[in-house]
């Protein structure tokens, strides 16, 4: 029950971040709102190591999880490079179905097949993140086989940083966060750099929704890391995979986004799922 409930929370946190990150992008654009959110970010994780004293992790899982910051902010680049070719409908869906697919196989190899219960909450969880994350303004559009390439890719880098950062935080929680923040940071600079994006904000510094982003966003990290301490990779991965639930929702009640027929029944899937996953 413990995984299952901070798994949940891992999914209800990364969904919110994701929303008011969206809402400061808009402001500043993607990848400064990236930036400053990991520096916010990093300062809130040394801060928690002052006041619990965590000690510092092996050398080789800190870098692990550098490498796990690096490949999952890369994911996230990529997503937003395949949601800005007009396929955000189905860009978001494929690259969270495939988030949580990986690491559900490793952890079918590793741990052994569930129970019937939990394979069913399995099923009716990739139905949930597909409904939800579905936009009926916006027609599919699959003639070429390269339009779901990107989608994959930053889906095979989420279901990697799953992976990583399960393996280089069996015994410690902040230190990794404070490690793939790192490399998460390297490479939003390396994009920076590349893209000639201005590193200062002239627009109105959205500073409390950076802030309200990098805490959100912290603390779903947290919750997926604990979550997998206490459980199995797969359940703590197919929980925290559907955050998109939590961003639509929030979009449908501060923004008034209406949500269509496939979307709610995707809520209602992702409930059923939950209890599946508990029992």
């Known amino acids: 029950m413990t995984s299952v409930?901070?798994?949940?929370?891992?999914?209800?946190?990364?969904?919110?971040?994701?929303?008011?990150?969206?809402?400061?992008?808009?402001?500043?654009?993607?990848?400064?709102a990236v930036f400053y959110a990991e520096i916010v970010g990093l300062a809130m994780l040394f801060t928690g190591i002052a006041i619990t004293g965590e000690a510092f992790p092996e050398q080789g899982k800190f870098l692990l999880a550098l490498l796990a910051g690096a490949i999952g902010t890369g994911g996230l680049i990529i997503l937003y490079r395949a949601m800005a070719t007009g396929l955000m409908s189905i860009a978001t869906p494929i690259s969270a179905l495939l988030a949580a697919a990986l690491p559900v196989?490793?952890?079918?190899?590793?741990?052994?097949m569930p129970k019937i219960t939990a394979l069913i909450g399995f099923f009716l969880a990739f139905v949930a993140v597909w409904f939800i994350s579905q936009d009926s303004s916006e027609k599919l559009n699959l003639q070429k086989i390269n339009d779901?390439?990107?989608?994959?890719f930053a889906g095979l880098c989420f279901g990697t940083y799953f992976v990583l950062i399960h393996s280089a935080s069996d015994t410690t929680v902040i230190w990794p966060m404070v490690a793939s923040r790192t490399?998460?940071?390297a490479v939003v600079v390396v994009a920076m750099i590349y893209t000639k994006t201005a590193w200062k904000l002239?627009?109105?510094?959205?500073?409390?929704?950076?802030?309200?982003?990098a805490f959100l966003d912290i603390f779903g990290n947290a919750f997926f890391?604990?979550?997998?301490?206490?459980?199995?990779?797969?359940?703590a991965s197919i929980l925290g995979s559907m955050y998109p639930?939590?961003?639509?929702?929030?979009?449908?009640?501060?923004?008034?986004?209406?949500?269509?027929?496939?979307?709610?029944?995707?809520?209602?899937?992702a409930l059923v799922a939950i209890v599946l996953l508990t029992v």
């Open 225 to 235: 890391i604990i979550a997998g301490q206490y459980g199995r990779l797969d359940i």
């Open 183 to 185: 490399g998460g940071m």
């Open 5 to 32: 409930t901070f798994g949940l929370l891992s999914a209800i946190f990364w969904g919110s971040g994701d929303f008011w990150g969206g809402v400061v992008s808009r402001k500043i654009g993607a990848y400064r």
């Open 202 to 213: 002239t627009e109105e510094r959205p500073w409390k929704l950076i802030i309200l982003n």
């Open 148 to 152: 779901l390439f990107l989608p994959l």
């Open 105 to 112: 196989a490793i952890g079918l190899f590793f741990d052994g």
């Open 245 to 269: 639930g939590a961003t639509v929702l929030l979009a449908w009640y501060y923004l008034k986004e209406k949500l269509n027929g496939l979307q709610w029944a995707g809520i209602l899937s």
